[in-house]
Each structure stands twice: as C-alpha cells, then as structure tokens.
C-alpha cells in the first residue's frame, strides 16, 4: 500500500465505516459514483468483512473478490452462506502459508454442494502478493467476469450500483429530515443520558426510540 500511494496513477482513500452495518461506510457509492465520474480505469473497494451481514458490496460491486487466508476452513464454514453467494471470485492469499491448497479445496466443495445451478462458476485461485504469483490469473478472471456481467443487461452490475446510490440518497434525505428535530427532543437527551450513565446500551436506546417515533 506504501509504495502505491507514491504512485500518481493511484488514488487511495481510507475511509472508516463509523459504526455503519455492511461493511461499507454510508459515503462509499458516493465515491465510487465520484471517481467513476473522473474517468478512472478501475475503481477497488475493500470492504471492512464479510460475512452473513456485511453485504453491502454486491449492490455496489460489479465484481466480488472474496480474499482468504490459509487455514481458514472452519470459518468459511461457519459462515460459508454469506460467503458463497457475494463470491464472483475467491482468492486464497498468501498461497506460500501451509494449508493454502487445503483451503483451495475446501472452498471449491462448499461451491460444488451450495451453488450448482449458478450460471457463472465462481474460479478460485492462489496468490502470493509479494512475489508476486497469481495476480495474472485473478486480472484475467475479473476481466472474464467483468464480460459475463456485460451480457446480464445491467442485472447485477450498473443496476445494482444505481439501487445501491439511491439508498444511500435516500438515507441521507431522512437523516436531514428527522436528525435535527430527533436531537432537539426529550427522549433524545434521556437516551443519552442512560446511554452515559450505562443503563442502556446505544443498540436498545436506537431501537426504543425509533419504535417511539413509530406510535406517533
């Protein structure tokens, strides 16, 4: 990563995902969206996990590059649900580690037993991103994957990318509507207050008095 931020033909922007579900900060189909718009080639987002919830990136993504480890068998199978259906591509980093072939395997039955009657077979490959090996390989299946989806007239990729910046729209519509008088009434300062005396947890004191706008 250090050495490709000294590189002008890459942008790299960190961006922290302040508490939002789905692995993906609220402002991330915004940027892309941005950065689409100032003509740039390829456009790589890095979500903060993935598993049965953090799944946002199928409706932002035209691509998914699911990336493992070796040795990660039994927590592909604790959560493979999530796993197998957001995975266009699976990549087992780090292919010089023990148990990387292993891991390989075992990702290619889970995709054998889940998902047979997919029309497009996620390949899964070997990297070694300091040699490097493989990274030929996974440009070509990306490419690959990237002319099937062409095909699927905008069903998973542009479309997808358009629902997904409508929500985030939407999102920040509400936010602009109802935050400001939200944080200006009574049961916004008790739940603060019980949140600071630890009475209550954030999650619940949400939740609580999101139901009380409701009976309104």
């Known amino acids: 990563m250090k050495d490709l ?3 002008p033909n890459v942008f790299i922007r960190s961006m922290a995902t302040r508490g939002s579900v789905g692995g993906l900060c609220r402002a991330a189909a915004d940027v892309v969206r941005i950065l689409d718009a100032a003509s740039w080639n390829y456009v790589i987002v890095e979500t903060a996990g993935a598993g049965q919830t953090d799944l946002d990136i199928i409706e932002l993504a035209r691509t998914v590059i699911v990336v493992l480890s070796p040795g990660w068998g039994d927590e592909i199978q604790a959560f493979k649900a999530g796993l197998m259906e957001i995975g266009d591509i699976f990549v087992v ?6 148990g990387a072939n292993r891991t390989l395997l075992d990702i290619r039955g889970m995709l054998q037993t889940y998902g047979p009657e997919r029309e497009w077979q996620p390949p899964v490959l070997l990297t070694d991103s300091l040699k490097p090996n493989g990274v030929r390989e996974l440009i ?10 062409s095909k699927l007239d905008l069903v998973k990729g542009a479309l ?4 997904a910046q409508l929500l985030a729209a939407i999102r920040q519509e509400l936010e602009l509507e109802f935050i ?3 944080r200006g009434s009574k049961a916004f300062a008790e739940y603060g207050k ?5 009475t209550m947890d954030p999650y619940t004191a949400a939740s609580s008095l999101i139901e009380a706008l409701r009976r309104k």
């Open 5 to 7: 931020t000294e590189d």
């Open 93 to 98: 980093n780090k292919s010089d580690l023990p």
């Open 140 to 149: 070509d299946a990306v490419q690959e994957h990237q002319q099937y989806v």
């Open 160 to 163: 997808r990318s358009g629902e």
């Open 180 to 182: 400001p008088s939200l």
């Open 194 to 198: 019980k949140i600071a005396e630890r």
